[in-house]
């Protein structure tokens, strides 16, 4: 191998030789070539790991979600409507295929339940019943039925006193319009059926039943015969609230209506005011229902209003303009979970990104000063920074929402709680930072040179640790939310009195229902999952970008 | 009196340790008595602070409030918040008394209520890591062996998910598949009336629980495994080993496995008693009668006497921890001196 060194001049012309330095401030002198920033070089590298990249776009579509969902809604966390509770989601593209679309499946149903489904879309053409219904006779040799239910019509009619302005504006919306919201008012709606809305028993009731000895009893007609006998007064009464939803049949098969009528006693069940005909209040001019001989009753004047059976579909199209549908369903009280969701989500977003931002502030010059000092100064606000990191945060959380919250409301005092003891994470970040870099030789070549404390703590030791505090705020952000999302499930903070909502209080809503209705509980569970695993992809893609040694570390 | 013997014994024994003791036990031994000031401070602000805010009192029909104030002024709660701070410690020192329960458990002791919950605390954490550890250390092994090919990378994501997806929800997977759909399990753990503790049954009732916390700490434990072996394998003295014609099998069960065991035991542990302090939600989920549960019971009631107690307790587990933490960092990279000037 030949000396590569021969290739040089052995002698330099004395004259070459300048001093660099006589007067001019040299400890910080630009580079003269062209350089890649560090935030581009971090950029450069981060687009390399695809994950990571995937994780950011999640997080954005979530973000946008919590953020455009508010905008454009007609419902939020206060939309409460009880009769659509428990509605299972329903995508308007996937109508009919038995898959997100509102329905459910019910099988080996009684011959009830199966008239009571039947005769609920008679009456309107809203047939809850969306599917073949498959018979199958079980080992007692009874009928049983299965078949798919739409729970957008389950809800049916509902019988009620509405004040007078309110049923003089539906009134008009019906004729204006020629949807039929009000419907005729059964005979039996002063019964309180087991298990049925009172609304939606319109049809002749089978209140036969079978005794020990294999004899028909029709209660019914027992009150009939003796319509002054108390005991078979109640019997009947017992026999309709208990009953199974089966109807009297005609000749064809079908359901017999049981409507007040102009011409008949306004309730047979009541001999004492047998004369009494529902005449007190009819309105002449009411939309009639196909079917209508001129006698139904479509409302009945009484004290505050005048009660009314409702469409509950078509009173929900005209109050909100919308036909209900709930692409992720609703929960106990009837909020629509999707809006709910964006609401939550949105203040996770809120809750957590400010967080950081104050903690990355505090964090940053507490640990610069604590690491670039030591000794005593250290050893001082380490021990504070100890006892506000050592007290567990639920306490914290406590004592800031017992003390705080009635005057600041539970987002500031959860906000205190939040940042009194999450700055400390990153400070010992940039602490760790100081104490590796501030023995290094280029610290000691500064000093020489003559910079000053402040200079060498924010030129040249801090960029340093800026990459891992800025990693350290990224990946505290899934710790708040988890955090936020358990107070909140645990009830300690409480966000449904002030109006508003969180992962944490559906995930607690939901839970009593997770055998029954697991769509109330998916969506929170699903959403806080992506967003959890999003954020900590997306923080160890930064880490990675921003200190490309640690690649791999630690996941 | 015992209690001030013990601690004081225990203090006294601290300080020689710190005083003949080498630079790592003297590290120690200063982090423990350290651990004890915090404690105590802590004890003091939260004290201040919940005493700063109104007695609540038991709104009941068959009370008298009249009473009730009567018994609240024999048991000192209308003195000055500095005599009542000296006698809490009074009696939490001379006697280990923690007060009666006001809200909760009324007028019986704190602490042997507490006593009476911690043990399905530490059986359900305690069945959970020890189902953890040993799958943990398999995965992360076979990782840390396969690093960068796909079985691997596999792995990884798997851990990466499970340690980011929330405990609870975990614990709706298992309540709805495992209890609802399969019904192999019950919905929550049994009560003491049906079946003792240490019972068949009673692991069983446990188990939902038990898998639900089990996933995250599997999969962390997992990661550490994984990173410790990973890095331990790229030493030189493996070369070493291997150049001395140990077959690569020897190499890594004598040297690597061991070098980072080190570093792995010291955080099994810290991660059990992490876990007790975590797990408030998970015994909230499947009803287990444990000190969480009675912790966010105290909250909703406001019952004072067991907030400072359960602080007391959770404070003393996450010190616990933060030692352990800090000491294993101390054999991770011992070029880096906590404390030192600039």
Redesign the interface.
Same mark, same amino acid.
């Given at each position: 191998m030949e000396n590569r060194n021969s290739e040089y001049p052995q002698q330099i012309p004395a004259e070459k030789f300048k001093l660099v330095q006589q007067d001019r401030h040299l400890s910080d002198v630009k580079l003269e070539t062209k350089r890649i920033s560090y935030f581009g070089d971090v950029w450069r590298r981060f687009k390399r790991d695809r994950s990571a990249v995937v994780a950011s776009v999640l997080i954005l579509i979530l973000l946008l979600f919590s953020i455009v969902v508010p905008i454009f809604s007609y419902t939020d966390v206060s939309f409460r409507e009880e009769n659509y509770a428990f509605v299972l989601p329903k995508v308007s593209l996937f109508n009919g295929s038995g898959f997100w679309d509102g329905t459910k499946y019910l099988d080996s149903q009684y011959q009830g339940s199966y008239d009571y489904y039947r005769a609920l879309g008679l009456e309107s053409g809203m047939d809850p019943i969306v599917s073949e219904v498959k018979t199958d006779t079980d080992a007692d040799g009874e009928t049983r039925y299965a078949f798919r239910v739409d729970t957008y019509y389950e809800p049916g009619y509902e019988v009620k006193v509405l004040p007078a302005q309110e049923y003089e504006s539906l009134l008009a919306y019906q004729q204006e319009t020629g949807i039929q919201v009000f419907y005729p008012i059964p005979k039996t709606y002063n019964i309180n059926f087991n298990g049925f809305k009172k609304g939606n028993i319109w049809y002749k009731l089978d209140v036969t039943e079978v005794d020990q000895d294999g004899n028909l009893i029709d209660y019914e007609q027992n009150y009939r015969d003796n319509p002054l006998d108390q005991n078979a007064k109640k019997a009947y009464q017992t026999a309709l609230e208990n009953t199974s939803g089966k109807a009297v049949l005609d000749e064809d098969g079908n359901v017999i209506p049981n409507y007040l009528r102009t011409s008949e006693p306004i309730d047979d069940a009541l001999p004492e005011e047998k004369q009494r005909y529902p005449k007190d209040y009819y309105p002449e001019d009411a939309q009639r229902i196909a079917g209508d001989d001129g006698t139904y009753v479509y409302a009945l004047k009484v004290q505050g209003g005048y009660r009314v059976r409702i469409n509950i579909y078509n009173d929900y199209v005209k109050r909100y303009n919308h036909e209900p549908s709930f692409v992720f369903g609703t929960n106990v009280y009837g909020q629509d979970i999707f809006a709910c969701l964006a609401y939550g989500g949105r203040l996770s977003f809120i809750l957590a990104i400010s967080v950081s931002l104050i903690n990355f502030v505090i964090g940053a010059c507490y640990g610069s000063i604590e690491g670039y000092f030591g000794g005593a100064t250290d050893m001082i606000m380490e021990r504070i920074s100890d006892i506000l990191g050592y007290m567990p945060f639920i306490v914290v959380a406590t004592l800031f929402k017992l003390h705080l919250q009635e005057k600041v409301g539970p987002i500031w005092s959860l906000l205190f709680a939040f940042v009194l003891t999450g700055w400390i994470g990153i400070a010992a970040r940039v602490r760790m930072q100081f104490y590796r870099f501030k023995g290094h030789e280029y610290v000691l070549a500064a000093r020489t040179l003559g910079a000053s404390d402040r200079r060498l703590i924010f030129k040249h030791i801090f960029p340093n640790s800026l990459g891992t505090i800025i990693t350290g705020s990224i990946l505290a952000i899934p710790g708040v939310i988890f955090s936020e999302s358990m107070l909140s499930y645990l009830k300690i903070i409480d966000l449904e009195t002030s109006g508003l909502t969180s992962i944490g209080t559906m995930l607690s809503n939901g839970q009593p229902y997770l055998s029954t209705y697991p769509h109330i509980i998916l969506f929170p569970a699903l959403f806080i999952s992506i967003l959890e695993i999003s954020f900590n992809l997306f923080g160890n893609g930064l880490r990675d970008a921003f200190n490309p040694t640690l690649r791999g570390a630690e996941n | 009196m015992t209690a001030i013997i013990v601690i004081s014994a225990l203090v006294v024994v601290l300080a020689l340790c710190a005083f003949f003791g080498g630079s790592r036990s003297k590290y120690v031994v200063k982090r423990i008595l350290?651990m004890f000031?915090?404690?105590f401070? @802590?004890m003091t @602000?939260?004290f201040i602070? @919940?005493k700063?805010?109104p007695l609540p009192l038991v709104k009941s029909i068959n009370k008298d409030v009249e009473l009730q104030k009567a018994k609240y002024a024999q048991r000192g709660y209308y003195k000055p918040i500095m005599v009542q701070y000296f006698n809490f410690w009074k009696n939490v020192i001379t006697e280990w008394n923690w007060g009666m329960g006001e809200q909760l458990y009324t007028d019986r002791a704190v602490w042997p209520v507490m006593m009476q919950k911690l043990p399905y605390t530490i059986l359900v954490n305690l069945y959970s890591i020890l189902i953890a550890i040993p799958i943990g250390l398999a995965f992360g092994i076979y990782a840390a062996l396969k690093k960068n090919k796909w079985q691997d990378n596999v792995i *990884?994501t798997t851990?990466?998910?499970f340690?980011?997806?929330?405990s609870?929800?975990y614990a709706?997977l298992v309540?709805?598949f495992l209890c609802?759909k399969l019904r192999w399990f019950d919905?929550t753990i049994k009560s003491l009336d049906e079946t003792p503790l240490f019972s068949w049954q009673m692991f069983v009732s446990m188990i939902p629980a038990v898998i639900s916390l089990g996933f995250g700490v599997t999969a962390r434990l997992t990661?550490y495994t994984r990173?410790e072996l990973s890095e331990v394998l790229t030493g030189d003295y493996m070369l070493l080993a291997r150049t001395k014609g140990l077959t690569k099998a020897q190499a890594i069960s004598r040297h690597a496995m061991r070098n980072s065991m080190v570093v792995i035991l010291p955080m099994i542990i810290g991660e059990f008693i992490g876990i007790i #302090?975590g797990s408030?939600?998970i015994e909230?989920?499947f009803g287990i009668p444990g000190l969480g549960n009675v912790?966010?019971d105290a @909250? *909703?009631v406001?019952d004072y006497n067991f907030?400072m107690a359960e602080?007391f307790f959770?404070?003393v587990i #996450?010190?616990a921890s #933060?030692i352990l933490t800090d000491i294993s960092y101390g054999f991770i990279d011992p070029r880096?001196?906590? #404390?030192?000037?600039?």
């Amino acid at each position: 191998m030949e000396n590569r060194n021969s290739e040089y001049p052995q002698q330099i012309p004395a004259e070459k030789f300048k001093l660099v330095q006589q007067d001019r401030h040299l400890s910080d002198v630009k580079l003269e070539t062209k350089r890649i920033s560090y935030f581009g070089d971090v950029w450069r590298r981060f687009k390399r790991d695809r994950s990571a990249v995937v994780a950011s776009v999640l997080i954005l579509i979530l973000l946008l979600f919590s953020i455009v969902v508010p905008i454009f809604s007609y419902t939020d966390v206060s939309f409460r409507e009880e009769n659509y509770a428990f509605v299972l989601p329903k995508v308007s593209l996937f109508n009919g295929s038995g898959f997100w679309d509102g329905t459910k499946y019910l099988d080996s149903q009684y011959q009830g339940s199966y008239d009571y489904y039947r005769a609920l879309g008679l009456e309107s053409g809203m047939d809850p019943i969306v599917s073949e219904v498959k018979t199958d006779t079980d080992a007692d040799g009874e009928t049983r039925y299965a078949f798919r239910v739409d729970t957008y019509y389950e809800p049916g009619y509902e019988v009620k006193v509405l004040p007078a302005q309110e049923y003089e504006s539906l009134l008009a919306y019906q004729q204006e319009t020629g949807i039929q919201v009000f419907y005729p008012i059964p005979k039996t709606y002063n019964i309180n059926f087991n298990g049925f809305k009172k609304g939606n028993i319109w049809y002749k009731l089978d209140v036969t039943e079978v005794d020990q000895d294999g004899n028909l009893i029709d209660y019914e007609q027992n009150y009939r015969d003796n319509p002054l006998d108390q005991n078979a007064k109640k019997a009947y009464q017992t026999a309709l609230e208990n009953t199974s939803g089966k109807a009297v049949l005609d000749e064809d098969g079908n359901v017999i209506p049981n409507y007040l009528r102009t011409s008949e006693p306004i309730d047979d069940a009541l001999p004492e005011e047998k004369q009494r005909y529902p005449k007190d209040y009819y309105p002449e001019d009411a939309q009639r229902i196909a079917g209508d001989d001129g006698t139904y009753v479509y409302a009945l004047k009484v004290q505050g209003g005048y009660r009314v059976r409702i469409n509950i579909y078509n009173d929900y199209v005209k109050r909100y303009n919308h036909e209900p549908s709930f692409v992720f369903g609703t929960n106990v009280y009837g909020q629509d979970i999707f809006a709910c969701l964006a609401y939550g989500g949105r203040l996770s977003f809120i809750l957590a990104i400010s967080v950081s931002l104050i903690n990355f502030v505090i964090g940053a010059c507490y640990g610069s000063i604590e690491g670039y000092f030591g000794g005593a100064t250290d050893m001082i606000m380490e021990r504070i920074s100890d006892i506000l990191g050592y007290m567990p945060f639920i306490v914290v959380a406590t004592l800031f929402k017992l003390h705080l919250q009635e005057k600041v409301g539970p987002i500031w005092s959860l906000l205190f709680a939040f940042v009194l003891t999450g700055w400390i994470g990153i400070a010992a970040r940039v602490r760790m930072q100081f104490y590796r870099f501030k023995g290094h030789e280029y610290v000691l070549a500064a000093r020489t040179l003559g910079a000053s404390d402040r200079r060498l703590i924010f030129k040249h030791i801090f960029p340093n640790s800026l990459g891992t505090i800025i990693t350290g705020s990224i990946l505290a952000i899934p710790g708040v939310i988890f955090s936020e999302s358990m107070l909140s499930y645990l009830k300690i903070i409480d966000l449904e009195t002030s109006g508003l909502t969180s992962i944490g209080t559906m995930l607690s809503n939901g839970q009593p229902y997770l055998s029954t209705y697991p769509h109330i509980i998916l969506f929170p569970a699903l959403f806080i999952s992506i967003l959890e695993i999003s954020f900590n992809l997306f923080g160890n893609g930064l880490r990675d970008a921003f200190n490309p040694t640690l690649r791999g570390a630690e996941n | 009196m015992t209690a001030i013997i013990v601690i004081s014994a225990l203090v006294v024994v601290l300080a020689l340790c710190a005083f003949f003791g080498g630079s790592r036990s003297k590290y120690v031994v200063k982090r423990i008595l350290l651990m004890f000031l915090t404690l105590f401070v @802590i004890m003091t @602000i939260c004290f201040i602070l @919940i005493k700063l805010l109104p007695l609540p009192l038991v709104k009941s029909i068959n009370k008298d409030v009249e009473l009730q104030k009567a018994k609240y002024a024999q048991r000192g709660y209308y003195k000055p918040i500095m005599v009542q701070y000296f006698n809490f410690w009074k009696n939490v020192i001379t006697e280990w008394n923690w007060g009666m329960g006001e809200q909760l458990y009324t007028d019986r002791a704190v602490w042997p209520v507490m006593m009476q919950k911690l043990p399905y605390t530490i059986l359900v954490n305690l069945y959970s890591i020890l189902i953890a550890i040993p799958i943990g250390l398999a995965f992360g092994i076979y990782a840390a062996l396969k690093k960068n090919k796909w079985q691997d990378n596999v792995i *990884s994501t798997t851990v990466m998910i499970f340690t980011s997806v929330p405990s609870y929800v975990y614990a709706f997977l298992v309540q709805l598949f495992l209890c609802v759909k399969l019904r192999w399990f019950d919905l929550t753990i049994k009560s003491l009336d049906e079946t003792p503790l240490f019972s068949w049954q009673m692991f069983v009732s446990m188990i939902p629980a038990v898998i639900s916390l089990g996933f995250g700490v599997t999969a962390r434990l997992t990661r550490y495994t994984r990173a410790e072996l990973s890095e331990v394998l790229t030493g030189d003295y493996m070369l070493l080993a291997r150049t001395k014609g140990l077959t690569k099998a020897q190499a890594i069960s004598r040297h690597a496995m061991r070098n980072s065991m080190v570093v792995i035991l010291p955080m099994i542990i810290g991660e059990f008693i992490g876990i007790i #302090g975590g797990s408030l939600i998970i015994e909230r989920i499947f009803g287990i009668p444990g000190l969480g549960n009675v912790f966010v019971d105290a @909250i *909703s009631v406001k019952d004072y006497n067991f907030f400072m107690a359960e602080t007391f307790f959770y404070t003393v587990i #996450g010190l616990a921890s #933060g030692i352990l933490t800090d000491i294993s960092y101390g054999f991770i990279d011992p070029r880096i001196r906590m #404390g030192s000037r600039k």
